[in-house]
Structures are given as C-alpha cells and as structure tokens.
C-alpha cells in the first residue's frame, strides 16, 4: 500500500484540521459563505479590525470567545477558581475594551453584531439572528 501514512502522521492531521474546522469564526465564515454573503475579514480602518466587515452595509460582526470576553450568563464564562482577583481585572478589562470598540465603531457609522461562541450549538438559530442582522445575501 504505497498511500499508508503512519499512525503519527495521521493523528497530526487529523488534530489539525479539527481544530481548524471548529474555531468559531472559521465556522461561521464558512456559514455565511454558503449563505453567499461576502464579506471582508479582519479590515483595517474600522475601530477594531472586526472579525467580519460587510463594506456596502456598513455593518459588522465580532466573533467573542465566552470565556475571554466573559460571556454574561454563559455556562462558558467561569470565574477561575484560582487568582481570582487577577482573572477579574483581565475580564473587566476585555469587556471594557469590546465596549469601548462598539462605540467607536458605532460613532463611525458601523452597526455592529456580537456573535457568541456558545451561540454555535444551535446553528439553525445562528443562522436566522444572521439573517436578520445583515437583511438579504445579495445586494
Ligand atoms: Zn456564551
């Protein structure tokens, strides 16, 4: 068998494609893609580089990490049980940043819609709050 890989070789592939292919934003890239929406990625001269930049409609979207971005009411955002105090400023200061990115973003006229990581269990809904958010696929 000429094609055979060893089991190693495999293992490394295979981790690296699951990895890819669950990483929040790559899923809902791919989404919205098949949808066929097009879009913008990480964008220089919006506040914040969003993740996603909708130019003609001047909208965009942040993929949050519910941990990082502490996710209010979220299973996912746990306050570490260990340096507490530590953990606590961090958060505070990532959701103050995010605020203060939707302002600024805002003030230069982007409507801009948070997407959670948790937000992915339920792709069908993930799909209608998407819709509703950036109106028809083709303009
Ligand atoms: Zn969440």
Redesign the pocket.
């Known amino acids: 068998m000429a094609d055979r890989i060893t089991t190693a070789q495999r293992s490394k592939l295979m981790g690296r494609i699951r990895r890819s292919d669950t990483k929040p934003e790559l899923v809902i890239r791919r989404m919205l893609h098949g949808l066929g929406y097009r879009f913008r990625v990480q964008l220089k001269g919006v506040p914040g580089r969003p993740d996603l930049a909708f130019t003609r409609r001047r909208k965009i979207i942040q993929v949050h990490g519910?941990f990082w971005h502490f996710?209010e009411g979220?299973p996912?955002?746990r306050m570490p049980t260990t340096r507490t105090e530590f953990w606590a400023a961090k958060f505070a200061r990532n959701r103050e940043r995010d605020r203060r990115l939707e302002e600024d973003a805002t003030e230069a006229g982007w409507q801009s819609l948070i997407v959670?990581?948790?937000e992915l269990k339920d792709i069908g809904r993930l799909q209608v709050k998407l819709a509703d958010f950036l109106g028809p696929a083709r303009l």
């Open positions: 519910c996710h979220c996912s955002a959670w990581e948790c």
